[in-house]
């Protein structure tokens, strides 16, 4: 299991593609979107649906985030 958390990364996903599929494979990944307002976490969410989508409205922190993450996981 993995939880990751995204804030305004659209500049580095294409670099970031390749990492992100090989850490999906046989893995259940939460992916949050940390209030980010490039549409990073919705563009992410549509390329790799595989993974549980979380979306905040506002940036909770990095805490903040993966105890949402543990919430839905729980």
């Known amino acids: 299991m993995s939880v990751t958390t995204n804030w305004w990364i659209d500049s580095v996903i ?3 593609d390749n990492s992100i599929v090989l ?3 046989n893995k259940k990944v939460f992916f949050v979107d940390n209030g980010s307002t490039d549409a990073s976490g919705d563009k992410i969410a549509l390329e ?3 993974m549980n989508y979380i979306k905040n409205e506002k940036n909770e922190g990095f805490t903040g985030a993966n105890n949402k993450a543990l919430k839905v996981i729980l």
């Open 23 to 25: 850490k999906i494979k």
């Open 48 to 50: 790799f649906p595989e």
């Open 14 to 16: 294409e670099e970031e």
